[in-house]
């Protein structure tokens, strides 16, 4: 993969709006231009079918909420990240796509199934400070969809979040703590994903975007050089 030594990204966006997959898009293109990608950008599932191009990407990044995906397009994306393309993704544009492909949920590590309450305040807890995706970052408040989601138990979980019970009527959840952002492999490739980001606007929150940025140059296997980190407790 990649012989000739240049970084390769290729965005697929689509499937449900209301996640703003290409205002998302719009964030992350022109940032990985600067780390030095080629970035191609999609909009249509067709973008995985060119086997020989989707095997060179250096790192995969689906944007893509619900909609379907056929048997073909899902082989071939998934053919080309356990061959050793990277797959890094966030909220529904990854852990929320094709529903009836468990295949594809194997691959991710895991998908969403409720977000009690919809919008509401919530922590967000480092649980890994030794990692390089989230090393020198804290916990930090979110106002936004707090994922519940089943999960692969073999990911690398770094980040969680703890429910309080006390929203969209299903106390017994009250004290589940629940992955957030986790990063596990599939055959030779890595994949990175990470339940923040509902809406572009999420992507405000410093720690939310520096996760993401990380986690993408993980997936990547290029560097993680910080851009942001916590400040310090006073």
Known sequence: MNGKNVKRALIVWG????????????????????????????????????????????????????????????????????????????HGGMGDSFRDNTEYQ??????????????????????????LITKGLRDFRMKSEQYYMHTDPCNEVLVTTTFTG?????????????????????????????????VAKDFDVPEVLEIAKRGILWAAREKIVPEYVSPKKR
């Open 166 to 198: 006390r929203h969209g009527g299903v106390p017994w959840i009250k004290n589940c703590v629940m992955p957030v952002v986790w990063k596990k492999r599939y055959g030779k490739g890595r994949v990175f994903y990470s339940s923040l980001g509902h």
């Open 15 to 90: 499937g449900w709006d209301g996640h703003e997959p290409k205002q998302c898009v719009d964030i992350f293109g022109p940032w990985l231009k600067t780390k030095g990608f080629d970035v191609t950008i999609a909009d249509t599932l067709d973008a995985y079918l060119d086997s020989e191009k989707t095997s060179n990407y250096s790192v995969i990044i689906p944007v893509w909420t619900m909609g379907t995906i056929n048997s073909e397009q899902s082989n071939a994306l998934r053919n080309a990240v356990r061959g050793g393309s990277g797959l890094a993704g966030w």
């Open 106 to 131: 194997f691959m991710t590590g895991g998908q969403w199934v409720a977000h009690p309450g919809g919008i509401v305040p919530y922590t967000v807890n480092i649980r890994d400070h030794k990692d």
